[in-house]
């Protein structure tokens, strides 16, 4: 049976060469060149990748520490520069690299920082966008600017020498190094939410383009596009071009010629006012002596002379259509009236009075006949009725009553006919001419016919 002791562990091994890792000198500061694979960037994060070149690759990481400090934004593919330790990750016991710094193999970083994000905005339509115009007769003006520097001497000497009623106010700010950016963002944030300013002025003096590199961070970049303030930018010498100096609303070269786009010259301003105020008189004089010359020649005219001329047509007018409205008013009344005499005569002849009186005499007459005729036939029908009258008297039982006859009937005022209606101390109602008898029968006989 093989001796155990012989035999190493997996971790016992991979500490070891760990450890020979990490012990030798030459691994501990290894400056490789390679190009960027396996790139996926995760913000504000730790970042991991590969680099490789024709015949080997090697896995790196890069702490987000030390990848914060990185000024150009790496790309797959991309050849680079790059300062670490190689070590051993025990967990899968593959060596890697830990990255410290990295530049691009052939250019500067800053300078392809700023090309990359030069190319972003651009992309972005930021540089296409519409600049604000300058005010041209500003009340203040804010600096943002070191206070220790040269650039606020030149624009204040600048603007006290062409404009000195302009009110010039100083927002402090370090304008190199890496708090320099967050400052002149806060700075223009500042002046923003005050709101009174007509025009700002951002900038520093030359410098390397490491000194420069605060105006081409994209956040200082953001605050200038989002200003609602018009923003002149004046970063370096007038060779120098930074990204503050393409978003801005005017780039200035110099700080002194960014105070010359700020402000007008007073001294010519005042000028300007005087010659404008020579012209507007000499206008107004030339206005006013053309509407003099006007009003002279009208009222040299003979209707404003003798304005009463005017009228007298309009008077002359006016009797003629006086004279003209009676005789056509008179004209019209003659003829109603002729119309009236005419339908009047015609009425006349036409009148109906006689007719009426005609029919009138026709209805007396009718009147009459139609009185004897309801006469007479009343009299025929009173004659017909008492013939009716009799005859029914004759046919009366009260008169058949009277000649000694009584009618018959019980107390349901049923009429007794015959024997057989009769019953053994009934009660019967004898009716005679006069009035009633109320009799009980005691006996009933029937006769026999024949």
Not at 196 to 218: A, M, Q, V
Not at 223 to 249: C, Q, W
Not at 392 to 419: E, I, Q
Request: aromatic share 8%; glycine share 6%.
């Amino acid at each position: 049976m093989p001796d155990s002791d012989k035999y190493l562990t997996v971790t016992a091994l991979t500490q070891y060469i760990k450890r020979k890792f990490d012990v030798d000198p030459y691994l501990g500061h290894v400056y490789l060149m390679g190009e960027i694979s396996n790139f996926r960037l995760r913000p504000n994060a730790h970042q991991y990748f590969s680099l490789k070149d024709d015949k080997a690759k090697i896995s790196a990481i890069m702490f987000k520490s030390a990848f914060s400090k990185v000024k150009f934004q790496p790309e797959e593919g991309m050849k680079v520069l790059v300062r670490g330790r190689v070590s051993l990750y025990e967990s899968t016991g593959a060596y890697q690299i830990y990255v410290d710094s990295m530049e691009p193999d052939g250019l500067g970083s800053l300078y392809l920082a700023f090309e990359q994000l030069k190319q972003r905005l651009q992309k972005l339509g930021v540089f296409s966008q519409p600049k604000m115009p300058i005010t041209k007769f500003p009340k203040k003006i804010a600096v943002v600017t070191s206070e220790s520097g040269a650039v606020i001497h030149d624009i204040m000497t600048t603007v006290k020498r062409r404009y000195p009623i302009v009110q010039l106010v100083l927002f402090p700010a370090q304008v190199q190094g890496d708090a320099a950016a967050p400052a002149i963002v806060e700075r223009l944030n500042q002046i923003n939410a005050i709101g009174d300013f007509d025009t700002i002025i951002i900038g520093r003096g030359g410098g390397s383009i490491e000194d420069l590199w605060p105006f081409n961070e994209e956040i200082v970049a953001e605050a200038i596009v989002n200003s609602k303030i018009p923003v002149i930018s004046s970063v370096g010498h007038e060779t120098d071009t930074t990204i503050a100096d393409l978003v801005a609303d005017l780039r200035a070269p110099t700080p002194t010629a960014a105070a010359e786009l700020a402000t007008p010259v007073l001294r010519d301003v005042l000028t300007d006012i005087q010659k404008m105020e020579i012209r507007l008189e000499t206008a107004q004089n030339k206005i006013l002596d053309t509407y003099r010359d006007k009003i002279k020649n009208l009222a040299e005219t003979g209707v404003l002379q003798h304005p009463e001329r005017i009228y007298e047509v309009y008077l002359q007018k006016v009797d003629n259509l006086t004279t003209k409205l009676i005789q056509d008013t008179n004209n019209y009344v003659g003829r109603g009236k002729e119309r009236l005499w005419n339908n009047e005569n015609r009425l006349v002849q036409v009148s109906p009075q006689s007719q009426i009186k005609n029919y009138q005499a026709r209805v007396a007459n009718d009147f009459q006949r139609m009185a004897r005729s309801t006469s007479a036939l009343l009299s025929r029908q009173r004659s017909a009725f008492g013939k009716q009258v009799g005859s029914l008297d004759s046919l009366s039982p009260l008169k058949t009553l009277s000649r000694g006859y009584a009618v018959a009937s019980n107390d349901d005022g049923k009429v007794l006919k015959d024997v057989s209606d009769y019953k053994v101390d009934q009660n019967v109602n004898l009716r005679v001419h006069n009035g009633s008898v109320k009799l009980v029968t005691k006996d009933i006989s029937e006769e026999k016919d024949g």
